[in-house]
């Protein structure tokens, strides 16, 4: 803090003026790169990797994601991400793509694209989406494999979604992974968990004008957490590498992603927004969903819970206290160096966290021995489901 | 003391930049021109990281908070007289308004609510009554199987059956 005889303003005007002159040359440099930003602006491709669609309903559909790769579990894995952005952030780019990372490791790899609400989505629930969506998407997979669990990883409201949805269903997940997921509100810090305090937030006048979440208001909202870095550094960082045509291909990707956001069916928003966000209920085990309470005790599964130390969307203190709730045995957690997006796109995790959690996964899951799994393909089911009755004791 | 604290509470722009100011100073002294784009680059980075924690405090104040809940009232209620203005449009000109498809898609969820209510209740009487031929039957097959065993003779082979399916 400056001292009162100080003047602050002198400083200005005593700093190396050659600091602030324009580099001409570099300007001309850019500038000539513009064709070849504006090519390859038009050439991005995102969420790449060949896939089948193997269920729909409504307008969710399920992927399952082709690779060369022979198969070396016989779990599959499904992915489920929030309501509120589209889910290929999790396969951006191929370098840039947990999908991918999953892939190579030998899973089978599933991933539920809700769709986009229409205004004739608004009357869904909660309820809709776990104990009717997600429960006939689990079943479809666990059929389309062969086996009668599945390996879930639930990624921001989607982790926070999957993990009512493994409390109400354990005897379908073998494994959960909880992904910058928050459950646990109480800590008030994250200037989103201020913006929706009652006293300034009132849900149920936007859910009943607007009927669904408007998807602008929503991503404007979310720009405005960081809006130096979101409004100024991302732009002031463009032009300084925009020679770099690496750069400029994840730039592209990455703003495609930021700028599809799609409306939250309306009474969706309001229950998560009331029930979780404000009165906290999940992590209470008060929150019910449909005829049901949930209690994450009942999560008796390997629990992996996934954070990242810069989020700044889900703090580490909204997920963290998920594993002192559960009741699995077998539960770990990893806090890594990255923002809320970059826990999955980050060149680190890429390199770093996401080969750990795939030996994490593959270590508690069927492997295919001589047996590939296939479509359609008969596993020893009812044995496997009465094995499975038990809470896991493999050691972390 | 307390007219030092109003008189930052009634400035905070004025606190803000001079506290940048002295710090972008602070950050070069003496810099030559051969370490000036390192010493542009750190004064950028000081002036943003004091521009982001400014506008995360405002953003958290009272004010800002009292502000966004009075935009977002006027906003929505902009918009419900727009929706109502229209709606009358509709209304006067006899073609089915936004409220009414929202009446209509209402009354359809409620329809299917119900339905899928019965047909919850119908699943669970017929699991239960399920339930009650398997038992009946496990117990008859339990008891011929006794009967068997006492050497009752040798008949017909009945003694695969199981309960369920």
């Known amino acids: 803090m400056t001292t009162a005889s100080t003047n602050p303003f002198q400083s200005l005007f005593t700093m190396p003026q050659p ?82 990372q999953f892939l190579r490791a030998g899973f089978d790899v599933f991933l539920i694209d809700w769709g986009v609400p229409s205004e004739s989505d608004k ?16 079943c479809r997979v666990c059929e389309f494999s062969g086996m009668d669990r599945l390996s879930l990883l639930g990624y921001c409201m989607g982790g926070t979604m999957s993990a009512m949805y493994t409390a109400l269903h354990p005897e379908r997940v073998k494994n959960f992974i909880l992904m910058a997921a928050p459950v646990d509100w109480s800590d008030r810090e994250a200037l989103l968990a201020v913006w929706t305090d009652t006293k300034w937030f009132d849900v149920d006048k936007v859910v009943d004008t ?27 960082n463009f032009y300084e590498r925009i020679e770099d045509e690496r750069f400029l291909e994840e730039f592209f990707a990455m703003e495609t992603w930021v700028n599809d956001n799609i409306p939250v069916a309306g009474e969706t928003f309001r229950q998560f927004v009331k029930d979780c966000f404000q009165k906290n209920l999940l992590i209470q085990d008060k929150l019910r969903i449909g005829r049901s309470t949930v209690r994450l005790a009942e999560i008796t599964c390997p629990v992996l819970n996934l954070m ?14 998920f594993n002192d709730h559960v009741g699995s045995a077998d539960r770990k957690s990893i806090t890594f160096p990255a923002g809320h997006i970059g826990l999955s796109v980050g060149s680190r995790a890429q390199k770093e966290l996401w080969p750990s959690v795939c030996e994490w996964l593959a270590a508690r899951s069927d492997s295919t021995k001589s047996r590939t799994a296939g479509p359609g393909g008969k596993g020893t089911a009812k044995k496997k489901l009465a094995r499975a009755q038990g809470p896991s004791r493999v050691g972390s | 003391m307390a007219d030092n604290n109003k008189s930052k509470a009634a400035d905070p722009f004025g606190e803000f930049w001079g506290d940048m100011f002295a710090r972008m100073g602070a950050a070069m002294p003496g810099a030559d021109s ?35 809940r009075r935009s977002m009232d006027q906003s929505l209620q902009f918009k419900q007289q727009v929706d109502q203005f229209l709606t009358q449009l509709h209304r006067g000109a006899q073609s089915p308004a936004k ?35 398997a038992a009946a039957s496990g117990a008859k097959a339990g008891a011929s199987r006794r009967r068997a065993s006492r050497g009752a003779g040798r008949g017909p082979s009945k003694n695969k059956a199981r309960g369920g399916r």
């Not at chain 1, 580099?23 to 990797?49: I, N, S």
């Not at chain 1, 104990?131 to 689990?138: C, D, I, L, S």
């Not at chain 2, 990281?49 to 908070?65: I, N, Q």
């Open chain 2, 99 to 133: 409220d009414d498809v929202d009446d209509l898609s209402g009354l359809l969820r409620s329809i299917e609510q119900r339905v899928l209510s019965r047909l919850d209740a119908l699943e669970r009487k017929v699991a239960a009554v399920e339930g009650r031929r």
């Open chain 1, 123 to 138: 009357h869904l629930t909660l309820e809709d989406y776990i104990e009717t969506y997600m429960h006939n998407v689990v």
């Open chain 2, 34 to 68: 051969s370490s000036s784009q390192v010493a542009a680059k750190q004064a950028q980075r000081t002036f943003f990281d004091a521009l982001a924690k400014y506008c995360d405090d405002y953003m958290r104040s009272k004010p800002f908070l009292e502000m966004m």
């Open chain 1, 19 to 100: 600091a602030f002159a324009v580099d001409f040359d570099e300007l001309r440099r850019k500038l000539a790169a513009m064709p070849r930003v504006m090519d390859l602006a038009g050439k991005v491709r995102v969420g790449a990797t060949p896939r089948d669609v193997i269920y729909r309903e409504d307008k969710l559909q399920v992927l399952r994601y082709e690779s060369d790769v022979p198969k070396k579990h016989r779990t599959p894995l499904l992915l489920v991400f929030a309501l509120v952005n589209r889910p290929y952030i999790l396969d951006l780019l191929p370098h840039k793509s947990v999908v991918q």
């Open chain 1, 210 to 236: 607007f009927g669904n979440a408007p998807p602008q208001w929503l991503q404007g909202s979310f720009a405005m957490l960081k809006p130096v870095a979101n409004l100024i550094e991302k732009y002031l």
């Open chain 1, 308 to 321: 990242a130390s810069g989020d700044h969307l889900v703090p580490c203190g909204q997920s963290a206290s």
